[in-house]
């Protein structure tokens, strides 16, 4: 398609599992980024990667987050031994780099996670 | 770290309203983005403003970045019932990352 795709849409895990969340940017874009969305807030920066190199990492909550993405396209977002605060929206973003306007980016639908 | 602080938190119009929202930063922006989310989608992008004073059309939608740089406003004219959702301000607080407002949810009644 010609969107940011995100799978699963949904998901639920019980606290202390492992979750892996994909996501796939627009073909060609070299910039991707992650947010967070709890409920009725806006989207917070996770991690953002250039190609397949991870440039910044200031917005991961913890060390339980983890993020890949290497070969430059598809990426991973993974949460290790979930808790109930890990619950969200997970949005992945793309764009195609230009220098001021790199953060122009298009959104996915993203995974809603229940722990439960 | 920096804030955005956006009103009305929520607001109901009348199809056929026009309708203004205003977003504020404690620090300054020298981009200001607007979204717009339906339930259980992402973020689409509506309007970018790259200078200070810049207005900007997209459709009924007209955005102004503010002179001080720290504010920008999001009017919608005529509003009909698909301009129901959630509308977010963001500025980039760095090359690679957004900051959002905490969002103004309209409503708009037939």
């Known amino acids: 398609g010609a969107g940011v795709s995100q799978s699963p849409r949904y998901k639920v895990a019980k606290r202390g599992q492992d979750v892996a969340l994909r996501c796939d940017p627009i073909?060609?874009?070299?910039?991707l980024f992650w947010y967070q969305q709890a409920l009725g807030q806006g989207p917070e920066f996770l991690t953002y990667?250039?190609?397949?190199?991870?440039?910044?990492k200031s917005g991961l909550p913890s060390d339980r987050f983890f993020a890949e993405r290497p070969e430059g396209s598809v990426s991973t977002l993974k949460i290790q031994r979930t808790q109930q605060e890990d619950s969200a929206v997970y949005l992945c973003?793309?764009?195609?780099?230009?220098?001021?306007?790199?953060?122009?980016?298009?959104f996915g639908q993203g995974t809603r996670l229940t722990v439960v | 770290g920096q804030q955005l602080n956006q009103s009305p938190q929520s607001m109901f119009i009348q199809e056929g309203e026009d309708v203004s929202m205003n977003c504020t930063s404690s620090s300054i922006f020298n981009t200001w983005l607007w979204y717009k989310q339906d339930p259980g989608e992402g973020p689409v992008l509506l309007i970018a403003?790259?200078?200070?004073?810049e207005l900007t059309s997209n459709g009924r939608l007209t955005a102004q970045f503010g002179i001080t740089r720290k504010d920008s406003f999001l009017n919608i004219s005529a509003s009909i019932p698909s301009d129901v959702g959630i509308y977010f301000c963001?500025?980039?607080?760095?090359?690679?990352?957004?900051?959002f407002g905490t969002g103004t949810r309209l409503q708009v009644t037939l």
């Open positions: 073909s060609g874009h070299v910039s």
């Open positions: 973003a793309s764009s195609s780099f230009r220098r001021s306007r790199n953060t122009e980016a298009f």
């Open positions: 990667f250039q190609n397949e190199a991870q440039l910044d």
């Open positions: 403003l790259y200078k200070a004073g």
């Open positions: 963001a500025g980039p607080g760095t090359a690679s990352k957004l900051t």
